[in-house]
């Protein structure tokens, strides 16, 4: 799959309007224009509303069929894209909103309680959402709201985006985990998920990772995929792709430079956990990303 009308796979699109850190979009896609939705991964979260026509949505390696009037919640962090399911037009609304639109993070109680639960990329999160349940109705009419109010509407944006969370924690985030909840798991793997952060170009252990938690290697690897939705080794390769991606676009290192420097000793290896993620090969992207010659 090609990307169409954009810069590259993290989106550089400024989501906020004047002071708010939030955009609103509005788009229509014509039969026959694939992919209807580019891939890309941007760190809001979104609200994605299907106006028009059917879609099926992808997010990572999860699919999701998307017909009028339905929305699917993109938790931060996520790459996803779109293809038609059908033959007529699309249309559809964009709801795209830093986290710190909700809560500060210098409000640690809130920010921990009620954020700290989507921030790891957590894929089991993503949900689509219909008339079919009052709570999710509830969240299409703040959404339509939302997609009518003037730009100037700051306030009246936040308190509507307040509303739709405390539905979406209420009955979709404190039950996706049964008896563990994503709250508690996001407190006790974050020392661990910092420390992948900032160490990714290491040759990061298992067991080093498991220990900052402290967790044996079998549980840790339970509660990371029940938060993240990924093993720790797929997140950990995840990871240093969407980092290369960056030296990729922004200098005229060797890809071989890249892949070392992003934690991958073998060229081979990270051109196709590369060609897996991204659906091109690392010179692929950047040539058509940026014009530049293959290496």
Request: glycine share 4%; charged share 15%.
């Amino acid at each position: 799959m090609k990307p169409a009308n954009h810069s590259e796979f993290y989106e550089t699109i400024s989501h906020t309007t004047a002071s708010a850190p939030y955009s609103i979009h509005c788009t229509h896609v014509l039969p026959g224009f694939e992919p209807a939705l580019y891939l890309h991964w941007h760190t809001e979260m979104e609200f994605f509303l299907l106006d028009e026509g059917e879609l099926c949505f992808h997010i990572e390696d999860k699919t999701y069929p998307l017909h009028a009037g339905e929305c699917i919640f993109i938790p931060p962090g996520l790459l996803h894209y779109a293809n038609h399911t059908g033959t007529a037009p699309v249309s559809f609304h964009a709801f795209v909103l830093s986290p710190g639109f909700l809560f500060s993070s210098f409000d640690t109680r809130l920010y921990n309680t009620y954020l700290l639960p989507v921030m790891h990329n957590n894929l089991p999160l993503a949900v689509t959402l219909s008339d079919s349940a009052g709570w999710q109705n509830d969240i299409l009419r703040c959404l339509q709201l939302i997609f009518a109010a003037s730009e100037q509407d700051e306030l009246y944006v936040r308190g509507l985006s307040l509303l739709i969370w405390n539905r979406l924690y209420q009955y979709h985030i404190i039950n996706s985990e049964g008896q563990k909840t994503p709250h508690s798991l996001s407190e006790q793997l974050a020392k661990a998920l910092s420390y992948l952060h900032e160490n990714y170009s290491r040759n990061l252990t298992l067991s080093e990772l498991a220990a900052l938690v402290p967790l044996s290697e079998a549980q840790f690897c339970r509660s990371f995929k029940r938060l993240t939705g990924m093993t720790p080794f797929r997140y950990l390769n995840r990871y240093r792709i969407l980092q290369s991606c960056s030296s990729l676009l922004h200098t005229d290192d060797k890809i071989t430079e890249i892949a070392l420097t992003n934690g991958f000793n073998n060229i081979s290896y990270y051109n196709r956990a590369f060609l897996q993620l991204m659906n091109m090969t690392p010179s692929e992207y950047r040539k058509t990303m940026t014009g530049a010659p293959h290496d």
